[in-house]
């Protein structure tokens, strides 16, 4: 049987009932832990995402149980399956729609590259208009990839400084995208 790994507490000052903590490390334990994902799935990664919000995987054991189908209340895009270029748009219009801080999650060679479809037609990775964080390879992935990408994004929420997104260098990649 496997350990329980628990969530060690940000560094700190502890004493007789009380710990401090700077509030980027204490934000960031909270994001991390209270992901809203908006699943956009097309095909096959779809079905396997189901997998994993069903009771054998719970996603919801890493703060995630609420998906959300309205962009303004979800911080975590998870692109899943075949996108076509008729669709980028719809795509970008739903990045944009989504409030700061957000992530955004491929989910499958065909988010991630096109996968198998190198066809006029299929988008050959979402990088193409919107910035993406986390890459799950796979056709497609398992349940477990999924939560290790969820887990991945957990991290990067749970480290990423409060003004990151303000700085010059993140403004430069948005511009990259025609996004202001």
């Given amino acids: 049987m496997k350990e329980v790994k628990i969530v060690e507490a940000p560094q700190g000052h502890s004493g007789s009932g009380f710990f401090a903590t700077s509030f980027d490390e204490a934000i960031g334990l909270a994001r991390s832990y209270s992901l809203w994902p908006l699943p956009f799935a097309t095909s096959c990664c779809g079905i396997e995402f189901m997998a994993t919000m069903g009771a054998h995987y719970d996603i919801s054991r890493f703060g995630s149980e609420r998906p959300s189908f309205s962009p303004r209340q979800a911080d975590l895009l ?8 008729k669709m980028a748009p719809v795509v970008k219009q739903v990045y944009l729609q989504m409030a700061e801080p957000r992530w955004v999650m491929a989910v499958g060679a065909c988010a991630s590259s096109g996968g198998i479809f190198d066809t006029y037609s299929v988008l050959q990775g979402i990088d193409r208009i919107i910035p993406v964080d986390v890459y799950v390879p796979g056709c497609p992935p398992r349940p477990e990839q999924i939560i290790d990408g969820l887990m991945q994004i ?5 480290n990423e ?20």
């Fill in 154 to 158: 957990q991290y990067l929420a749970q």
């Fill in 78 to 85: 998870m692109v899943m399956g075949t996108i076509a270029k």
């Fill in 161 to 180: 400084k409060l003004r990151r997104r303000n700085t010059d260098e993140y403004q430069e990649l948005l511009a990259s995208y025609n996004i202001q």
